[in-house]
């Protein structure tokens, strides 16, 4: 510690100004640095619309069409093909031409991994 001085604070902060550079260094060492941080945010705000997680949780559990897609989300094609091709870009998801169709999935099963662990965390709040 540092420097340490009393301070007149409610439960959320603490009582005593002091900096612990030990835990500091420690974080730094495995900062990822605020270019990364920006592409985890945009890659979290992906999940941030409510039609591209149900997209996205669909294809957690199978590949889909658009078709089946649409069906199942009772929408027009037009907006879940807008919302899977930002998916597409952002390689949350992607395709694979069987003839005439074309069959989504998710991109890999870090994807996943996402949804299932934010899923989970939500229940255990319940």
């Keep these: 510690m540092v420097k340490q001085k009393s301070l007149a604070t409610g439960d ?12 500091i260094r ?25 039609t ?13 069409c658009v078709c ?10 037009s907006a879940v093909s807008h919302q899977l091709r930002t998916l597409k870009l952002a390689r ?10 074309v069959f989504y999935s998710l991109d890999d099963d870090h994807i996943r991994d996402v949804l299932g662990v934010g899923h989970e965390h939500l229940k255990e709040r319940g």
């Excluded at 603490?14 to 835990?23: D, L, Q, R, S």
């Excluded at 089946?68 to 094609?77: G, K, N, R, T």
């Excluded at 949350?92 to 169709?101: A, N, P």
């Design 68 to 77: 089946d897609l649409c069906e199942l989300l009772q929408m027009q094609q």
């Design 92 to 101: 949350i998801v992607r395709s694979r031409r069987e003839g005439k169709m």
């Design 12 to 23: 959320d902060g603490c009582a005593v100004y002091g900096i612990h550079e030990k835990i």
């Design 26 to 50: 420690t974080v730094q060492e495995q900062w990822p640095g605020p270019e990364s941080l920006e592409e985890l945010a945009e890659f979290y705000r992906l999940f941030g619309d409510k």
């Design 52 to 64: 591209r997680l149900a997209i996205v949780w669909a294809l957690s559990v199978h590949e889909m």
